[in-house]
Structure formats: C-alpha cells, structure tokens
Nanobody, 124 residues
C-alpha cells in the first residue's frame, strides 16, 4: 500500500505560481513512478505530468514550458512547480503512484494509488 498526501494548492492570480507537493509513504519511493492529474468541474480527469523512478518526465502539451515535475527520493516527495498560471489551470490536482518505477504513463488507469486532491484556483 502507498499513502499519498498532497499540499500546496490555493488561490492565485493569473500569471502567478504555486508549488504542489505530494508526500508518499508505504513503498520504496525510488521504485515508484509518479504522476499529477487534474479534474476541472464538469470535465474528466486529465493527465498533467509524470516522472519515472530515474527522473524521466512527460508533460501534457498545455503545461509544457510552464510546469515542472520533480522528485526528491530522500524525502519521498514529488513536486509540481506551476508557473505562468492561467484560469484554465483551475482544477483539483491529484497525485498518483504506480507500482513500478518505469515507464512514465499518461494513462490514469495505470496508476494504482491516488491522493485526496488539492484545489488550485487561478482567478483575479
């Protein structure tokens, strides 16, 4: 079992920044591929970014160049640095973990564990 706890969400103005954190426990973190997904009201959950156990990354096109996913295996934590935020980035952001280190995946069905979500609201 893996437990995931997200933090760092909140209200930010357009053009602002936030950093989300996801603390993991219950499994050797370095052998766990991690991902961030988001779900806006009335929309399906969508892939945002993912990182493998060795640090290979993948991003959805709408956030590439603005968001950065990273991990600190010593702290069992994955981060999502979000810059140049737009109103369309408003959503509940979820951290997810796979039961394997590789490869990165954009498919929510390939993730085995999920956090409770953290709200990100981009509004003036």
């Amino acid at each position: 079992q893996v437990q995931l706890v997200e933090s760092g969400g909140g209200l930010v103005q357009p053009g602002g920044s936030l950093r989300l954190s996801c603390a993991a426990s219950g499994r050797t973190f370095s052998t766990t591929a991690m991902g961030w997904f988001r779900q806006a009201p009335g929309k399906e959950r969508e892939f945002v970014a993912a990182i493998s156990g060795s640090g290979a990354t993948s991003y959805t096109i709408s956030v590439k160049g603005r968001f950065t996913i990273s991990r600190d295996n010593a702290k069992n934590t994955v981060y999502l640095q979000m810059n140049s935020l737009k109103p369309e980035d408003t959503a509940v952001y979820y951290c997810a973990a796979r039961s394997r280190a590789y490869p990165v995946s954009r498919n929510a069905h390939e993730y085995d564990y999920w956090g409770q979500g953290t709200q990100v609201t981009v509004s003036s």
